[in-house]
C-alpha cells in the first residue's frame, strides 16, 4: 500500500490566519481524499481531489474555507482559511491504491487560538 | 447517502477474552467494508478488510464477518493483548460511490 507523508505533523495558529497542510504520497495515485476528525469523534470527508480537475466538496464544506490543490499524481495541499476555534481539529489525508485499500496519513492536529 | 452505526462505542475486556465490534450500514450498493485501528497521535490503520462476496475473512487474531442480507459486519479479535487498546472504526464504500463513509468509532481497552 502507498506510503502518505504529511506536514505540518501540528500548529497552533491566531484566528483569522490561514494554514496549507501538505500531503505527498509515495507512488502516483488517482483520488485523494482530505477528511476531518474532530475531538473525540469520527471522520468526516471533506473533499475528494482528482489531479487535473477540481476537487469534489462534501456538504457542509467549501471551497472558500477549504480550497484544494493537486497539481500532480503524487501531492495535494489543503487549506484552512480563516481559521476560528471551531477549526481546530484533525486534518487526514488519504489516498486509494488499486480498487480498493485506502491508506492515510498520520494527520495534523490543528489548534486555533 | 450512506449511513454507517457502528456498536458498542466503549468496550473492555480482560486481557486474552475476545472483542467483538459490530457495525451496520444502509446503502445496499456498498460492496468493500474495512476496519481501522487509530492509536493516539496516530492516522487511522488498516487493520483487515472484506468484499461484499466474501462471508467471513481471517487474518491471525482478527476476523471480519458480513451479512450482506442484514447489512451488518462485524470484527472479532481473539485472544486479546494490552497492544489491541485503541479506537476502531468500521467503514464502507461502493462502486461509483469511492468515498469511505465511516463509523463512529469504538474505545477498546483490554484490562491486564
Known amino acids: 500500500s502507498a506510503v502518505i507523508s504529511q506536514k505540518p505533523s501540528r500548529d497552533i495558529c491566531q484566528r483569522g490566519t490561514s494554514l496549507t497542510i501538505q500531503c505527498q504520497v509515495d507512488?502516483?495515485?488517482?483520488?485523494m481524499f482530505w477528511y476531518r476528525q474532530q475531538p473525540g469523534q469520527s471522520l468526516t470527508l471533506i473533499a475528494t481531489?482528482?489531479?487535473?480537475?477540481?476537487?469534489?466538496?462534501e456538504s457542509g464544506f467549501v471551497i472558500d474555507k477549504f480550497p484544494i490543490s493537486r497539481p500532480n499524481l503524487t501531492f495535494s495541499t489543503l487549506t484552512v482559511s480563516n481559521m476560528s476555534p471551531e477549526d481546530s481539529s484533525i486534518y487526514l489525508c488519504?489516498?486509494?491504491?488499486?480498487?480498493?485499500?485506502?491508506?492515510f496519513g498520520s494527520g495534523t492536529r490543528l489548534t486555533v487560538v | 447517502g450512506e449511513n454507517v452505526e457502528q456498536h458498542p462505542s466503549t468496550l473492555s475486556v480482560q486481557e486474552g477474552d475476545s472483542a467483538v465490534i459490530k457495525c451496520t450500514y444502509s446503502d445496499s450498493a456498498s460492496n468493500y467494508f474495512p476496519w481501522y485501528k487509530q492509536e493516539l497521535g496516530k492516522g487511522p490503520q488498516l487493520i483487515i478488510d472484506i468484499r461484499s462476496n466474501v462471508g467471513e475473512k481471517k487474518d491471525q487474531r482478527i476476523a471480519v464477518t458480513l451479512n450482506k442480507t442484514a447489512k451488518h459486519f462485524s470484527l472479532h479479535i481473539t485472544e486479546t493483548q494490552p497492544e489491541d487498546s485503541a479506537v476502531y472504526f468500521c467503514?464502507?464504500?461502493?462502486?461509483?460511490?469511492?468515498?469511505?463513509?465511516f463509523g463512529t468509532g469504538t474505545r477498546l481497552t483490554i484490562i491486564p
Open positions: 488519504s489516498s486509494r491504491t488499486g480498487n480498493y485499500g485506502y491508506t
Open positions: 467503514a464502507a464504500s461502493g462502486f461509483g460511490n469511492e468515498k469511505l463513509t
Open positions: 507512488s502516483q495515485v488517482t483520488m
Open positions: 481531489a482528482n489531479q487535473g480537475s477540481e476537487a469534489t466538496y
